[in-house]
């Protein structure tokens, strides 16, 4: 499966659907699956209102972590 480009992402929601983590970003349509392993990640930036940095692949986030600071490259919608 073909990973995206890291892009920058600021969490707008997580949701949990039938036992499954859900996460939409600010500025992208999209609802993405969160792995187990990424959730603590997740959860932190939506409780900090921090942005991250992430990678999809299909409609689950494949990497997540805290962006560095004084990025200023932005998620966009497609």
Not at 23 to 30: A, P
Not at 45 to 50: G, I, L, P, Q, V
Not at 53 to 74: D, K, L, Y
Request: charged fraction near 25%; glycine fraction near 4%; proline fraction near 6%.
């Amino acid at each position: 499966m073909k990973q995206t480009a890291p892009i920058r992402a600021e969490v707008r929601k997580v949701i949990v659907r039938e036992g499954t983590v859900k996460v939409s970003f600010v500025g992208m349509n999209s609802w993405y699956v969160v792995p187990a392993h990424l959730e603590a990640v997740i959860r932190q930036a939506e409780d900090d209102r921090r942005p991250i940095v992430i990678t999809t692949c299909e409609n689950a986030i494949a990497t997540a972590e805290p962006a560095p600071t004084g990025s200023a490259t932005t998620a966009t919608t497609k």
